[in-house]
């Protein structure tokens, strides 16, 4: 981003005139002012962006630049973990909405730098990786919920590896043996360490998974991710030798599984135990039994990568890995100890 000190030398004229012109001066030939706009232009600089630089004044903004995150009602909460963290500090916060195109991400971040925001946090809806090619300077930078692979800033994630050992140890914990996960999308960063916290939850109770059993419940279908749903679960159940416990990718996939498994006429839990992840309460508490499920630390996410942000800690660890807390409901009970057909 041009400083002052750019435009003056560009125009060839000293730090002090510019800045009499930047605070409407009128002892400035108009030669000169012409000159020193034409460097401004040249140089995209902004002459309100400018005239805060010169008074030195902590503008108090806070930008938050968004991927889908406003328009994904379940991870909405980083937003509000962020906000409480910006009203505790006396800061206001501005999100800047990128549909995630690059291109509107780099528009954004000049745009938040040109207001001289105090600091910029990158969120997404989902645990995911991602290349920050914005110019940032010096501005303090923070990621919530996404990673980058150089580490370049601090990065702030769910241990969704964590979380997939939490589920698992649910229903192990319960008594059952003959458990099935439906996972989300293949490739996905939370697919992946789900499943590695799964099999050593398995491991550690002994217990072989399936392999007929690890299936992907989700799709990358923006139409229906859920389009071959009710295919997977006819394929659980399809011979004598059934799962007893289904976890599920989330809580709106675990939703469907119970109402897929009722057509069947099966309950839950009495015949089929349930498990979720996300704890988005609009789903798992409205069930009835209660949805058991884990937690995504949403809102943790927000303060925490708000709080280092607006609050650098130049000793602190470059990626923090939040907790998924495993949350016990009403949809998982002991094994039935002879399945309904």
């Known amino acids: ?7 003056a030398e560009k125009a060839g004229v000293s730090i002090k005139t510019v800045s009499r012109v930047l605070n409407g001066g009128t002892e400035v030939s108009l030669k000169t002012r012409t000159r020193i706009e034409q460097a401004m232009q040249a140089l995209e600089f902004s002459p309100s962006a400018a005239a805060r630089m010169l008074r030195g004044r902590p503008t108090g903004l806070v930008a938050v630049i968004a991927e889908k995150l406003t328009t994904t009602p379940d991870s909405t909460e980083i937003i509000k973990g962020i906000q409480q963290v910006c009203e ?9 909405e990128t549909g995630g195109h690059p291109d509107v991400a780099r528009r954004l971040v000049a745009d938040m730098r040109e207001r001289r925001v105090e600091a ?9 990786q991602v290349t920050l090619s914005a110019a940032l300077g010096g501005t ?5 919920n996404c990673f980058e692979a150089a580490q370049h800033h601090m990065q702030v994630v769910p241990d969704d590896e ?3 050992y939490a589920a698992a140890q649910m ?4 008594g059952h043996r003959k458990i099935a996960f439906l996972q989300l999308i293949s490739g996905m960063v939370a697919t992946d360490l789900r499943q590695r916290g799964f099999h050593r939850a398995m491991r550690e109770h002994g217990v072989a998974p399936d392999p007929a059993w690890l299936i992907h419940g989700a799709e990358a279908d923006d139409a229906n991710e859920f389009a071959h749903l009710s295919g997977a679960v006819d394929r659980l159940f399809a011979s004598a030798d059934r799962p007893t416990a289904i976890l599920c990718g989330n809580d709106k996939m675990a939703m469907r599984v119970i109402f897929i498994l009722q057509r069947r006429g099966l309950r839950v839990p009495a015949d089929v135990s349930i498990v979720g992840f996300d704890d988005f309460r609009l789903i798992s508490e ?25 609050a650098p800690d130049a000793d602190a660890v470059r990626t923090i890995k939040v907790p998924c807390a495993p949350v016990m409901r009403g ?4 094994p039935a100890t002879r399945s309904k057909a």
């Open 1 to 7: 981003m041009s400083t002052i000190h750019d435009v």
């Open 286 to 310: 409205a069930l009835d039994p209660g949805l058991t499920t884990v937690a995504l630390p949403y809102r943790e996410i927000g303060e925490i990568s708000g709080r280092y942000v607006l």
């Open 171 to 174: 229903v192990l914990q319960a």
């Open 140 to 144: 303090p930078t923070a990621l919530a």
């Open 120 to 128: 910029i946090l990158f969120a997404t809806p989902f645990h995911r």
């Open 162 to 164: 964590g979380g997939g």
């Open 88 to 96: 505790q500090m006396g800061k206001v916060m501005l999100i800047g």
């Open 331 to 334: 949809t998982v009970g002991a």
